[in-house]
């Protein structure tokens, strides 16, 4: 554009030539000639930019009007092409409406609403210039045209003219629309701001920011909707606010008017005040601000910050603004809401990946196979439960005739549960390496645990020693289930009822003294059943548990089958009584049987 | 679940309302914790609408049992449901806690 100013000069100068000179003819039209090149090419040019700014954010309907007046100017080229008079009467109307056309195409300044200030206002310097160029062509050719010395008059053409009238018209019409749209340019610059401010604050979760962060951006930006002189914003940490961002006021400035506002019972909602001047409590501070509005953070369960801005004019604060600053709010709270909402799904994830490894630990630590034996029969079940985890079982081969068999239950749940476990299961190869009685095994794995067990944990267990040769058993409980025995001799279903405290619960010497060892001579077709709080605390939909009644019933039904039988009658009228996919907790269960063969000699 | 607590010169109710799992262990927790009940020398713990405790439960108990009795406050449960005592004497702690039957007795057991 900047190159229609230099032609325009040049032309300036080219007049003024003309003008004083006044002589040769041959100047005469060589200026003209070039002034004519001259005039074609800023036509051309003014045209085609003319016409890309036109059809800037067009329709289908201002594009086919386009096409029409493109081809209708085209049309133009015609008359004078078979030269005829375009000021006859025919011609004059259809020219006029083509003027309207012009006219018409000239409402289309869409462009210049997305000027900034600045821009507008250097582009009023480029219209004026361009406005001054066509004037100054129209003068010349106007005052040449009457000259006669000239041989070819171009002033004539119709094309020109048309053309020549489009660019001026619509120079002309953006020369005003953007003059007249300066002073509203401020007010729509602020609006396409504050759009990208909430498209900011509404894209900081994609982008992984803090919380901190989009205070900060929320304090920025509500600053700058708002064109505040002071504001602070308050964090409420743990119920007490907490200032985080001051700017142009001072600490003691906000406690007082704090404390001002508790007095008027003015908390934690939206206020506005656009003449605090006005307020004896406020003139008694005398702060240099005359309007506030206080904008809480707060979705409908709690209350994350409180904003508070100043001006220090008074109606500092009309409507527009404030619905403005409550949108930033709102925006806020739910970009932190949704930040929060992330961050616990990811702890869920972690907390999740967590159990699976927990889940993994504690079937590698549970043995696969047991020994078979011509003495006994043994059947185990074992399913882990998503979320509470820590039932174990392991045996150990004391020697030919012996074996120890161990079941317990972690408290707790996830690594912790699995890592307890992992611990039971080294302190019992450990100890049983040297062979004790179950009692005095408890003794010691209570104090080795109750050094590294956290306090609220415990273990509970159940040690079982079976002697084939002496054809009796020895155990310990420590607080783990009762066993449950089917004896052959008497017919009877039972448990044995004895005493026996949880592993780490007392962690001193102190816990000898609630431990208790029994030993029970079994005979063949005897049956032991050992299982975990899971079996028997397993709930229906009615929350009724299952119960050791109905454990103990289910044994008398069943304890002459064999042992895998057993198991198989037990869990499958548990998961009857429980209804599918309704664990609650880790389910173990062990059914031993004894058997009358004779050990291979 | 639901702890309310009721304050009696020197004696502290707690009412357990419902059930006590991993979750609802953390705010017993918390309420066993605060600094303020080492003031009292007795806890009542009305464990009438106490339909279900879990190890977490448990665990929390058995934590604060032997602060408690450092500092020789009495601990005492009543109104046990048969399902919750069972569960506590399994584990064996009837015979580390002071498990009662109502609330009249839990009162003269705390004044001896």
Redesign the interface.
């Known amino acids: 554009m900047a190159a229609y100013l230099s032609v325009a000069l040049y032309l300036g100068y080219r007049v003024y030539n003309n003008y004083s000179e006044e002589s040769s003819v041959f100047l005469l039209h060589l200026v003209y000639q070039v002034n004519f090149g001259l005039l074609v090419l800023f036509l051309s040019k003014a045209f085609y930019i003319w016409r890309q700014l036109l059809l800037y954010h067009k329709n289908k309907f201002l594009q086919i009007a386009w096409d029409w007046f493109e081809l209708l100017l085209a049309a133009t080229l015609l008359l004078t092409i078979f030269n005829f008079n375009y000021t006859s009467y025919i011609f004059l109307p259809l020219l006029a409406l083509m003027g309207f056309y012009i006219l018409f195409l000239c409402t289309n300044m869409k462009w210049v609403a997305y000027l900034t200030f600045n821009n507008k206002s250097r582009s009023l310097v480029l219209l004026g210039a361009i406005l001054l160029s066509c004037y100054i062509f129209f003068r010349f050719f106007k005052n040449t045209a009457n000259s006669p010395n000239l041989v070819i008059d171009y002033s004539d053409v119709g094309f020109l003219l048309l053309a020549m009238l489009f660019v001026s018209l619509y120079t002309l019409a953006a020369f005003l629309v953007s003059l007249f749209s300066l002073p509203t340019s401020g007010v729509f610059e602020q609006k396409s701001e504050d759009l990208l401010n909430f498209q900011r604050l509404s894209q900081s979760i994609q982008q992984g920011q803090s919380e901190a962060q989009v205070y900060d951006m929320l304090f920025e930006s509500t600053i700058k909707a708002s064109d505040a002189n002071a504001a602070w914003f308050e964090l409420i940490r743990n119920g007490e606010p907490q200032i985080s961002h001051l700017l142009n006021i001072d600490a003691p400035q906000t406690t007082r008017i704090r404390h001002l506002l508790l007095a008027y019972n003015i908390q934690n909602i939206d206020y506005i005040n656009n003449n605090l001047s006005r307020n004896p409590g406020f003139r008694e501070l005398a702060l240099p601000w005359k309007s506030m509005a206080i904008l809480p953070i707060k979705s409908t369960k709690h209350l994350s910050g409180i904003l508070y801005l100043l001006k220090d004019i008074e109606g500092g604060f009309d409507r527009e603004t404030v619905n403005v600053l409550r949108t930033f709010t709102s925006q806020t709270m739910l970009t932190i809401e949704n930040l929060r909402l992330i961050n616990e799904s990811l702890q869920n994830e972690r907390y999740k990946e967590e159990l699976k490894i927990a889940t993994q630990v504690q079937e590698s630590l549970i043995p696969k196979t047991f020994p078979t034996d011509s003495w006994f029969e043994i059947s185990t079940h074992a399913v882990a439960a998503k ?2 985890g820590g039932d174990f079982y392991d045996f150990l081969q004391l020697s030919e005739s012996r074996i120890a068999i161990i079941i317990g ?1 972690v ?3 996830g690594i912790s549960a699995a890592f307890h476990m992992a611990q039971m299961k080294g302190i019992f190869h450990g100890l049983m390496q040297q062979d004790m009685p179950p009692s005095e095994f408890m003794k010691q794995a209570n104090s080795a645990l109750s050094r590294c067990l956290e ?4 273990i ?1 267990s159940a040690l079982y020693i079976i002697d084939y040769r002496m054809k009796g058993f020895m155990f310990a409980r ?5 066993t449950l025995y089917y004896n052959s001799m008497m017919d009877d279903v039972f448990y044995f009822q004895t ?4 592993l780490g ?3 001193d010497k102190n816990y000898a003294n ?1 431990i208790r060892e029994m030993y029970y001579d079994y005979n063949p077709e005897d049956v032991m059943v050992i299982y975990t ?1 899971g079996i028997v605390e397993a709930r229906n939909k009615a ?1 009724e ?1 299952y119960g050791e009644d109905r454990l103990l019933y289910m044994l008398k039904q069943t304890y002459h089958l064999e042992a895998e039988d057993i198991k198989w009658a037990i869990i499958n009228d548990l998961e009857d009584f429980t209804g599918p996919g309704n664990l609650y907790d880790d389910q173990t269960l062990m059914v031993i049987k004894f058997k009358p063969a004779q050990p291979k000699k | 679940m639901k702890i309310t607590q009721e304050i009696k010169d020197s004696t502290v109710i707690m009412t357990l309302d419902g059930e006590l799992d ?1 979750s609802s262990s953390v705010l017993l ?1 918390e309420e066993l914790s605060d600094p303020e009940i080492m003031k009292y020398s007795k806890i009542l713990v009305d464990c009438q609408n106490l ?1 279900y405790i ?3 439960g ?3 108990f ?2 604060h ?2 602060r408690f009795e450092d500092a020789q406050i009495k601990l005492i449960f009543y109104n046990m449901q048969d ?1 919750v005592r069972n ?1 506590f004497e ?4 009837d ?2 806690m002071t498990i009662v039957s109502d609330y009249e007795e839990a009162r003269t057991i705390a004044n001896e």
């Open positions: 979320e509470v239950d408290s707790g749940k306090r609220t944990s415990f509970t420590a607080g783990h289930c009762h005493e026996g405290l949880g619960i007392i962690r609630h709080d929350n548990e | 991993a927790d339909h879990s190890s977490a448990l665990g929390v058995i934590s049992l032997q399902k569960v399994i584990l064996g702690l015979l580390l």
